[in-house]
């Protein structure tokens, strides 16, 4: 039963066309996250979500539309894709006010090839 | 501005024994929690253990444990004896508290254990 979700796992595209990749999240938590890992294997954040609602947006062109449907979602949308745009894109979430812990639960990843 | 150095690109042990992961962290903020999380080959990111900034002592969680040291703005990982599946990526990480704050890693320590 997999807690945090990403579709497609693989994603191999043309310069210049639109995609979307999915992610769910079956753990109840309130945020969720979209990060970036380049081919240098550097972790970026590009986005946050408490709630349906958007908490972090780092310089990340406006090319890249995140859009969550409800807490449990959070999917993010490329438009005219550039040979840059290659890298994997993270999922995660965590559950806000646990401090505990307060660790990102991650998806598996969905590595985006751009030709 | 939180920052996270993780200054060994790589770093090579033989089965068996320990090996210590450097990670140097900076923020002026007082509340905060380190993460190290780990990533084979597969891609799947892995956490492993967590610190929080008052906690008194330092964390262990298995073979893993968490040399804290808060006047040095360190944080560093000791894998005690190692295994050939501890081979891959480990990334330190730091979060300010607050619940959607998100995660600032390192550039990652690549760890290779030769049998």
């Known amino acids: 039963d997999t807690a945090v979700s990403q579709t497609p796992k693989y994603l191999v595209t043309q310069m210049g066309n639109d995609k979307s990749i999915k992610c769910e999240q079956n753990?109840?938590?309130?945020?969720m996250y979209w990060y970036k890992q380049d081919s240098k294997k550097f972790l970026k954040i590009m986005f946050s979500?408490?709630?349906?609602?958007?908490?972090i947006n780092e310089t990340v062109p406006n090319r890249f539309s995140p859009k969550s449907p409800d807490k449990a979602h959070l999917n993010l949308h490329i438009n005219s894709l550039e040979l840059g745009d290659s890298a994997v894109y993270f999922c995660?979430?965590?559950?806000?006010?646990?401090?505990?812990?307060?660790?990102?639960?991650f998806g598996e990843g969905s590595r985006l090839t751009v030709l | 501005a939180q920052k996270i150095t993780q200054t060994q690109p790589g770093m090579f042990v033989q089965e068996k024994e320990a090996v210590t992961l450097d990670c140097t962290y900076d923020?002026?903020?007082?509340?905060?929690?380190l993460f190290w999380y780990k990533q084979p080959s597969s891609g799947e990111m892995i956490f492993l253990i967590y610190?929080?900034?008052?906690?008194?002592q330092n964390a262990t969680e298995g073979r893993y444990s968490l040399n804290f040291q808060k006047a040095r703005k360190s944080a560093n990982l000791v894998i005690s004896a190692s295994q050939l599946g501890d081979s891959a990526m480990y990334f330190c990480?730091?979060?300010?508290?607050?619940?959607?704050?998100?995660?600032?890693f390192g550039k990652g320590t690549k760890l290779t254990v030769n049998p």
């Open positions: 979500y408490n709630n349906k609602e958007l908490i």
């Open positions: 610190q929080g900034s008052y906690d008194q």
């Open positions: 990480a730091m979060r300010l508290q607050g619940g959607s704050e998100k995660l600032v």
């Open positions: 923020t002026s903020d007082p509340s905060y929690g």
């Open positions: 995660a979430s965590s559950q806000e006010g646990r401090w505990d812990s307060g660790e990102l639960f």
């Open positions: 753990l109840g938590h309130d945020t």
